[in-house]
């Protein structure tokens, strides 16, 4: 079983950046594609960018096309989601989970999630 841990939210004003982390112990999270997803109040979570196991390859909402950057540091086994121009609607809690398949379905293993708050 992988354990998730993501890290790095925090309150930070429209137009700024943060990185979020997502390290896994337990067992490698560098065989499995990771995808990153949140979840803002009253709202369904959604999802927000995927890379490859190998960080080859990544997948983004039109959202935060061109403002997020997933990428993967396998030696950390860590996944890392760089946010920047941020918006308010950026708040959500953010979850990192492993795609056990690396077809952008098969999330099995989730972190407890790290609360991003955007403010205007």
């Known amino acids: 079983q992988v354990q998730l841990v993501e890290s790095g939210g925090g309150l930070v004003q429209a137009g700024g950046s943060l990185r979020l982390s997502c390290a896994a112990s337990?067992?490698?999270?560098?065989?499995?594609?990771t995808g990153w997803f949140r979840q803002a109040p009253g709202k369904e979570r959604e999802f927000v960018a995927w890379?490859?196991?190998?960080?080859?390859?990544?997948y983004y909402a039109d959202s935060v096309k061109g403002r997020f950057t997933v990428s993967r540091d396998n030696t950390k086994n860590t996944v890392y989601l760089e946010m920047n121009s941020l918006k308010p609607e950026d708040t959500a809690v953010y979850y990192c989970?492993?795609?056990?398949?690396?077809?952008?379905?098969?999330?099995?293993?989730w972190g407890q999630g790290t609360q991003v708050t955007v403010s205007s």
């Open positions: 989970a492993a795609d056990l398949l690396g077809n952008r379905k098969s999330y099995k293993y």
């Open positions: 337990r067992r490698t999270l560098s065989n499995y594609a």
């Open positions: 890379i490859t196991w190998t960080g080859s390859s990544s």
